[in-house]
């Protein structure tokens, strides 16, 4: 099983700091906890976006998600 490009740059990104031998021990561990908060909060950020299937009109449900009147929603 091969990783995704994505996976890939993480796994690269993620050995360039372990043997980073100019960071301390504590600095690598607050990159890996910085790094996991900001992957989180995308992975979070993209399940709150409904998926759209090609040609389904715009019916409004993502002014509940974003308030009302956000995103070119019209309010009633």
Known sequence: MSLSPLMQQ???EVVKVIEDGSKSVW???NWMKMKAMDL????VSE???PRKEAGEPENGAD???EGVGAGGCSTL
């Open 27 to 29: 600095e690598k561990k």
């Open 63 to 65: 002014c509940e998600v």
């Open 47 to 49: 399940a709150g976006e």
């Open 40 to 43: 989180e909060e995308q992975q």
């Open 10 to 12: 993480l796994k690269s």
